[in-house]
């Protein structure tokens, strides 16, 4: 059983963390979620949802995975050292760090990402890659694997991303009798980014 | 400015009701969106998402759009007449009713689908179809439309659903535009499902 920690604060992208968490909780015997903000209480996506957390410092399970999904409230938290320090914690206590859209800018900003690959959401592209000019970022990927870190590229793309690491750990039959399941037309390949703009 | 009114239960599929939510939600200036259980409180998706909702009784605003979402839960709710009875009662209000993946099971046991087309998941086609023998049941389609009704097939295809309902409402631009800012493979074709199988 591998525990997933989910770092949410306000105004998260609603579908950047609850796609993955759908391809995972598809996998219950494996993958367990834990729901966890700074301070812990209600957090609001973006888009409103009112979700219940456990304060990071009270967390019930080690963490074997992070998952960071992006949104608005990244433009406030890399600012926020308390918050990046956090998140380096978490890094370095996981196997797995996952982030999804401009989760990465976060990433990117605590120094994690340092001389790795990388991507996020085109829509802030300038953004996200003046966090760090130490990270290789990749524009044209739907997510991108580098040791450790799975960055994936705007919001729907956290769904490919969470399958293509279920088919990395498990196997692609796996993932794909979960993107079946769940009527998900999966991009199974990490390059193939039909939305990137040249 | 529509109010969507998102009537949630224990164990609602997780992606089924935050899909549809991420693209409703990307046009705020057009709609307001509240979550709402029979008794209010923490409602908790199969994938473990707590979240906190508004009993039913205690709307803040009229609902003009009702959303429901499938999921395991629905299992137990087709047997309970108080749920069936508010649903009817949102629905009858409504201008639009949207159900996700197996809640238009709810939607048939109610009766307010008799005489409609609708669809649902093909992995639970016979029990939600056993639902009714009143429903035109449409067994290949990513979505189908019957006068204020929408209902799609599963958990995924709520999203093509609803930028669908916002192409109808708006224009496909708009849609489209949706679609491109979360990097979501839209299926444009209601018809169109290639997760059906003969």
Not at 87 to 104: F, H, Q, R, Y
Not at 110 to 121: F, H, I, P
Not at 122 to 130: H, Y
Not at 138 to 150: E, I, L, N, P, S
């Amino acid at each position: 059983m591998h525990t997933i920690t989910a770092l949410v604060f306000d105004d998260f992208e609603t579908l950047d963390l609850f796609g993955p968490i759908e391809m995972f909780g598809s996998l219950p015997e494996h993958y367990r979620i834990q729901f966890t903000s700074m301070a812990g209480g209600i957090i609001r996506s973006k888009h409103g949802v009112p979700m219940q957390t456990v304060a990071v410092s009270k967390l019930a399970y080690q963490t074997d995975i992070v998952l960071v999904p992006g949104g608005l409230g990244t433009r406030q938290l890399v600012y926020n050292h308390s918050f990046l320090q956090t998140l380096t914690t978490l890094t370095d206590e996981a196997d797995w760090v996952l982030s999804v859209c401009t989760g990465s800018a976060l990433l990117a900003k605590s120094g994690v990402l340092n001389g790795k690959r990388a991507t996020s959401n085109k829509m802030a592209w300038q953004w996200v890659t003046s966090q760090s000019n130490k990270v290789y970022w990749v524009a044209q990927a739907r997510w991108v694997v580098d040791g450790k870190f799975y960055t994936s590229s705007g919001v729907s793309a956290g769904m490919d991303m969470a399958l293509g690491f279920i088919a990395d750990r498990h196997n692609i039959d796996t993932a794909r009798q979960i993107a079946n399941h769940t009527e998900y037309r999966w991009q199974e390949n990490s390059g193939m980014d039909e939305f990137y703009r040249p």
